[in-house]
């Protein structure tokens, strides 16, 4: 038995491929990309075209993957540099309390296993960033990126 929480408003390309225990609601998945198992992506998030997102990943709102990026395993996104659970009244905040910061992954980058990316950040076309790297700042194309915080390691040749 298959395991999936595909929500009807998820847009869905031809070919793509859906691991067990995914969770889509309110997105876009581009043609013959692979989500893997245990993977998030919420709504207003889209994943381009001849993507890989592997396993126990978090896709939130307001994330932007274009086509042919390659996300590793356990990354996470964030779309709120700011998060609090309540109002400064002590009021639980809903949707309306908040605004979605936005991320872009460009063309062709690859994101290694267990990053972090920060909201407001634009990874730059055939980026890589290293495992375990934290991008709090716009990552240049044809670069690699690596730690905490992410810095410029080399360009790519």
Same mark, same amino acid.
Not at 66 to 95: Q, S, W
């Given at each position: 038995?298959?395991?999936?929480?595909?929500?009807?408003?998820?847009?869905?390309?031809?070919?793509?491929?859906?691991?067990?225990?995914?969770?889509?609601?309110?997105?876009?998945?581009?043609?013959?990309?692979? %989500? #893997?198992?245990?993977?998030? @992506?919420?709504? &207003?998030?889209?994943? +381009?075209?001849?993507?890989? !997102?592997?396993?126990?990943?978090?896709?939130?709102?307001?994330?932007?993957?274009?086509?042919?990026?390659?996300?590793?395993?356990?990354?996470?996104?964030?779309?709120?540099?700011?998060?609090?659970?309540?109002?400064?009244?002590?009021?639980?905040?809903?949707?309306?309390?908040?605004?979605?910061?936005?991320?872009?992954?460009?063309?062709?980058?690859? %994101? #290694?296993?267990?990053?972090? @990316?920060?909201? &407001?950040?634009?990874? +730059?076309?055939?980026?890589? !960033?290293?495992?375990?790297?934290?991008?709090?700042?716009?990552?240049?194309?044809?670069?690699?990126?690596?730690?905490?915080?992410?810095?410029?390691?080399?360009?790519?040749?």
């Amino acid at each position: 038995m298959r395991y999936l929480s595909v929500s009807d408003d998820v847009k869905l390309g031809k070919d793509v491929k859906l691991a067990n225990f995914v969770n889509l609601y309110g997105c876009s998945i581009g043609n013959n990309t692979k %989500i #893997g198992a245990f993977v998030e @992506i919420q709504k &207003n998030a889209s994943v +381009g075209a001849n993507c890989k !997102v592997s396993s126990h990943t978090f896709i939130c709102e307001g994330v932007t993957v274009e086509d042919c990026v390659f996300i590793g395993h356990n990354v996470t996104f964030i779309n709120d540099m700011y998060p609090r659970a309540a109002t400064p009244e002590g009021n639980l905040k809903t949707e309306e309390d908040w605004k979605v910061e936005p991320t872009l992954v460009k063309k062709g980058a690859s %994101i #290694g296993s267990g990053a972090t @990316i920060l909201s &407001n950040i634009t990874i +730059g076309e055939h980026a890589i !960033v290293g495992a375990g790297s934290v991008v709090t700042k716009d990552v240049p194309p044809d670069t690699i990126v690596a730690g905490n915080p992410a810095r410029v390691i080399r360009k790519i040749i």
